[in-house]
DNA sequence: CAATTTATGTCAGCACTGTTGACATAAATT
DNA sequence: AATTTATGTCAACAGTGCTGACATAAATTG
């Protein structure tokens, strides 16, 4: 009732557009894309009894083995309750191992099983042959176009991460 | 105990690439990129009391103002009672109405109120900036390109309705 | 008109994944 | 020897999905 004190508010029957001097589309488009890229893996997760989060620990385990859990946090950003409950789960499932780091054997260096290996690439393989099927007709330049893009949607301070990663080409903000 | 029956599976210490045949740097900046582009209005709809969930309710209904509760959970793919719970509370703190269907009295219209609009505009806000930033340098061939490609990542059964939203330019799958 | 279907609302409970706060341990650093 | 750091763990809570069940009013159908 609060909000109602006076005359109901009344309805606005015009849409937003891009009129109103935002990119509405691309908007649109980034939460209907991701949200089916998405979607593949989450069915296979599912059979396993795992989530979304489960996959972004397996994924950058795969991609950066021997990461430390300070690291795994530093790049999913979460907290570590958040992080612990999940890799609990893959580790006693052997998915991933734990192995005390050789310099400071406080640190927990993570590795993926090849259980943990092969899960990760049966979750990757859907995802990236929509991508493919995306890129159809598109050359590099054109993906050049597309990478750029979305790296410069990343805020700028973790971009740097992005370029440890095995095989992306680091720093391409213009031109070659 | 259960998946150690015989010797630690041992870890594997290399990375995946792209030589797994698996397009890895795109995964990734989806990722990243969706994640830093939801944060901007996260932040804002926190202030409010609101989530992510009311953001999407909010902006479907700003775009496609008195769509029926069927078409926005058409549109949103989720459940009436996942639903329920942020629609109900969008409308009791006055930035959606309900108006009854004026041909079938059963259905319930959606519409923004002002305070509504208001605040779609200022979620979109950051959104669309960013997305400018990252089309910095892209003309309209490159920005084509680039919505080309988030259109196909969609399902193909539901590329239609994105070309139903307000200002999309609708079917460029080959060129113009 | 009576029976059925449809559009919507609502209650209850559960799963997943994020959060904060507090506390514990072992190893490194000062 | 004291402090800091890396990690783990317990507990509680929030947001947003889900399923299942049931209720109401309005439209449709036989």
Redesign the interface.
């Known amino acids: 009732m609060a909000?109602?004190s006076g005359a109901?508010?009344?309805?606005?029957?015009?849409?937003?557009?891009?009129?109103?001097?935002?990119?509405?589309?691309?908007?649109?488009?980034?939460?209907?894309?991701?949200?089916?890229?998405t979607?593949d893996p989450d069915q296979i997760l599912a059979e396993y009894g795992f989530g979304r989060a489960h996959h972004?620990v397996l994924?950058f385990v795969?991609?950066?083995?021997?990461l430390t859990v300070a690291e795994l946090l530093d790049v999913l950003?979460i907290t570590k309750q958040s992080l612990a409950r999940v890799l609990k789960q893959l580790i006693?499932?052997?998915y991933i191992?734990q192995?005390q780091g050789p310099r400071d054997r406080r640190q927990r260096e993570l590795?993926?099983?090849?259980?943990?290996?092969t899960l990760?690439?049966a979750l990757?393989?859907p995802?990236?042959r929509?991508?493919?099927?995306?890129?159809?007709?598109?050359g590099e330049t054109?993906r050049a176009?597309?990478?750029r893009?979305?790296?410069?949607?990343?805020?700028p301070e973790?971009r740097a991460q992005?370029d440890h990663?095995?095989?992306?080409?680091p720093g391409k903000d213009?031109g070659e």
Chains 1, 2 share one sequence.
């Open positions: 909000q109602r109901a508010a009344q309805p606005i029957r015009t849409a937003v557009t891009a009129d109103d001097g935002i990119d509405f589309s691309i908007i649109e488009l980034l939460y209907f894309a991701y949200r089916d890229f979607s972004r994924h795969n991609r950066m083995p021997g950003k006693d499932a052997g191992v192995v590795y993926p099983t090849p259980k943990g290996r990760t690439l990757a393989r995802q990236s929509r991508i493919d099927a995306a890129l159809e007709g598109a054109e176009w597309i990478e893009f979305l790296k410069a949607m990343v805020n973790l992005i990663l095995p095989g992306n080409t213009h």
